[in-house]
C-alpha cells in the first residue's frame, strides 16, 4: 500500500483559476515505490496551454511594473509557505518521485532556501552607466524583463524545479508558464495551491499538465513565449530548440549527462568507491551530474572493482516510503526497461557483472539492482549513453592522459 488512502485528483491552475481539462481527460499518476495508482491530473489541450499563455502575456504588462522588491516578497511568502507544510510536501514528493526520505527533505526544504535566495535578488540585480565616444553624453544599460517564460519540469527533481525557473522569472519582472512532468505532476499543482494563498496577482504563475508533444510543444512554437527552460533529456531538449528558431525565443536547456569518475593508482581507494558509490546512487541513480562511468588505472583495478562491487552488493533497496532504505525505485515501467535493456545488451556483447545486474520484484514498484559491470569497451553503448539508473560501467586504462582522452 502506498501513503494515500484515496484516490486524488489535482486541478491545473491557469490565470488564478484552478481547471479541469475541457477534453474531460486525465492522467493517471503511479506511485513508482509499490505501483499504486495516488492521483489523477487533467489531461490538457494545446487551447489550455494557449489559455494559460495569453493569461501570463496580459499580466505581464502589469507585473513588470511593481517594483522588485515587491515582486521578492511573494518569494519569501512562498518560502514560509513551504516551510510550514514541510511535512506534507515531503510525504507526497517520496510518493510520487520515490526519493529516499533524506534527499525528499532536503529538495523541499532548499527550494524553500532558494525562493529566498532569488526574492534577495531583487535588491542585487542592476544596471550600467557606460561612458560615451560623444561629448555631454552617457550610455545607460537598464535590464528588463524578457516577457512570458516557459518552464518545462522533469520527474526527478520536480519540486526545486520549479523554484529555480519560476524564481528568477518572477523576481526580474516576468510570468512563466510550467508543464510539471506527467509522471510527477502533484507537487506541482499542490504548489499551485502555495500560490494562490500567498496572493501572487493572476496569471503571473500558471500550471498546464499534459503531453510533452502537446503542451511542451505549443509552450515552445507560440510566439508569446519569450525564453523557454527545459530541464529533460537530450532528444527534448533538441525539439524545443528546434521549435523555438521559429519564433528566435531565448532557449535554456540542462540536459542528461554521462559524468565519468577517474580513479589513479595513488589514490585513497577506500575514498574513491564511497564517494563514486554516493554519486551513483542518488537519487536513485536518476541524476544527471551521477557518476555515470568509471575509469580506474590497471595497477588497482582488480582491488577497487572487488570493493566496489562488495559496496554496491550492501545497498538496501526497497520503498522509501516505510523505512530507511538505501535507494528506492526508477521512475516508471519504461525506465526499468531501458536501464535492464542497456544491461543486458552490455552482457550479450561481452560485458561481466560482478555486482547486481537484474530488476528487483518489490511490491509492484520499478526496482533495478545497484550494478557494477566490467569488460566492457569505450564506444559501447553503456559506456557512451546516459543509463539513469543505478549502473557503473568500470573501464582500465594505462596512463592518466589516455584516461582524460577516453
Known sequence: MSISTKLNHYKMYINGEFKDSKSGENITVIDPSSGDKISTVPKATREEAREAI?????AEKTWKKVPAAKRGSYLH???EEIRKDKNHLIQMLQEEQGKIKSLATTEILFSADYFDYMAS???TYEGEILQSDNPNENIMIAKQPIGVAAGILPWNFPFFLIARKMGPALVTGNTIVMKPSSDTPNLALEFAKIVDKVGIPKGVVNFVTGPGSEIGDELSKNKKI?????TGSVGSGKKVMAAAAGHMAKVSLELGGKAPAIVCSDADIDLAVQS???SRV??????CNNCERIYVQK???DEFIKKLSDKMSKITVGNPTKGDVGMGPLINQAALDKVAGMVDRAVKAGGRITAGGHKLSIENGFYFEPTVITNVKQDSEIVQDEIFGPVLPVLTFDTLDQAIDM
Open 226 to 230: 519569450g525564453i523557454i527552460s527545459l
Open 121 to 123: 535578488a531583487a535588491r
Open 54 to 58: 495569453d493569461a501570463a502575456y496580459e
Open 282 to 287: 542518488d537519487n536513485n541513480g536518476q541524476l
Open 77 to 79: 511568502a512562498c518560502a
Open 276 to 278: 563514486i558509490i554516493d
Open 299 to 301: 595497477q588497482i583495478a
